[in-house]
């Protein structure tokens, strides 16, 4: 019966983990998925690469403030201000685009890149608080979390394509499919902040590898505790100070996993550089139309989510910290082959190029994250969740950055 419950327990974690997962980027795909609409509305603007500049340094420099004072910060309300902050937005977003309702300007643009950064401050929160927190769990549970956030983009651009479909005026459609998305961002949301408070804390496996955390000297878990109705034990000042002192700090874990850190980086550097804004305005016109774009976002994403459940198949699993530097090392390959795909090849080739991007963005995402906190104690593995997460946005901010090189010879 105990091993029943074990596995139940284990199933269910891992359902919430990858809702939670869901949720923490859905406002995000959102906005990408209507991009569209976004460039129809302000085309002197290029949203769809503008919105990026404006998303990524906000949750880059927080989340490094956050990095720095990653030991003592209250996760649980690092998570409930994320996740409300996301629902907030998603309100925000709704009000603004039926206000607005076909009209364009400045105005509006600059209210949609305030909804852009706030999104991003939210995803420093969220990303950050989660990721550090499951990584001293189980890394089944960072997986299922990685998978949800990519399901979040899969199923964002499967619903594009059917509110596409559905309207067939496409200044409604569009306008309709984006307060669509934002609905649904802003209802979800919430349903993530209600699940996070009052039914994740109290599983028990959560609580387990709490008190476990917090054995090890962990501050970050304490008011989840306490939420759970559980007091932890609190150290003995020697005790305490002993901890403190054998723990290692982030800039030794910065050093011990500076491959890990550095393949993370790299991923979404390359990624980013490419998606979404050159796949947005760089691939020319074919057969495929206004569909074109759309198609490859949702292929992106669909192989996207497909590789992250892919080290789950043991013998798929790559353990070599030197093969997977090398792996990550050759993606810099996609440059010239998007390139030169963009500017010779048929649209096959390049739907086939996006889903090998996106799968291998998935894969060696669960690779890195899942594997790197091994072998530490709790508040190291969150410490070095939160530093991974960090490399991460870097990635995302200097590949949006090398976006814009496609635009050289283009004209503004």
Not at 85 to 114: A, D, H, K
Not at 161 to 187: D, I, P, W
Not at 210 to 231: N, P, Y
Request: glycine share 10%.
């Amino acid at each position: 019966m105990s091993i029943y419950m074990s596995l139940k327990g284990r199933c269910v974690l891992m359902i919430l983990c990858w809702l939670l997962g869901t949720g923490s980027l859905f406002p995000w795909n959102s906005m990408l998925n209507v991009i569209d609409f976004y460039t129809d509305l302000f085309p002197k603007y290029h949203p769809s690469r503008v919105l990026s500049v404006v998303y990524s340094p906000i949750a880059f420099a927080t989340l490094a403030v956050m990095v720095c004072f990653e030991s003592s910060i209250n996760t649980r309300r690092r998570n409930l201000t994320g996740y409300t902050i996301y629902f907030v937005v998603s309100v925000f977003i709704l009000v603004l685009e039926t206000s607005m309702s076909r009209r364009g300007g400045l105005g509006n643009f600059i209210g949609v890149c305030f909804s852009s950064g706030a999104i991003g401050y939210a995803d420093a929160h969220v990303a950050g608080g989660m990721i550090g927190e499951l990584a001293f769990m189980q890394p089944e549970f960072t997986q299922s979390f990685l998978a949800g956030m990519a399901a979040s983009g899969a199923l964002t651009s499967g619903l594009r394509l059917v509110t596409k479909a559905a309207f067939k005026n496409a200044k409604t459609g569009m306008r309709t499919g984006a307060l669509t998305f934002f609905a649904l961002s802003a209802g979800f949301n919430l349903f993530c902040v209600l699940l996070y408070a009052f039914v994740f804390p109290k599983l028990p496996l959560v609580k387990h590898y709490r008190l476990k955390a917090a054995s090890e000297g962990s501050k970050t878990v304490l008011a989840d505790l306490a939420a759970a109705g559980i007091r932890a034990q609190t150290q003995n000042e020697d005790e305490a100070r002993v901890t403190k002192d054998d723990r290692l700090s982030v800039i030794q874990l910065l050093v011990e996993n500076l491959d890990y850190g550095f393949d993370t980086f790299l991923v979404s550097t390359v990624t980013l550089s490419i998606f979404p804004g050159f796949l947005f305005e760089d691939t020319g016109h074919h057969s495929l139309g206004s569909w074109y774009a759309l198609i490859l976002i949702a292929v992106y994403n669909l192989w996207d989510l497909i590789g992250r459940y892919v080290p789950l198949i043991k013998f798929m699993s790559i353990e070599s910290r030197k093969v997977v530097l090398a792996l990550v090392c050759s993606r810099l390959l996609f440059v010239p082959a998007f390139y030169f795909t963009a500017k010779y090849g048929a649209q096959g080739w390049m739907i086939f190029l996006t889903s090998f991007l996106g799968i291998t963005n998935g894969y060696f995402s669960v690779c890195i994250f899942t594997a790197a906190p091994k072998g530490y104690i709790g508040p190291e593995q969150n410490a070095l969740g939160n530093l991974l997460c960090l490399c991460l946005q870097g990635g995302i901010f200097i590949g949006i950055a090398l976006d814009w090189l496609w635009l050289i010879g283009k004209g503004w």
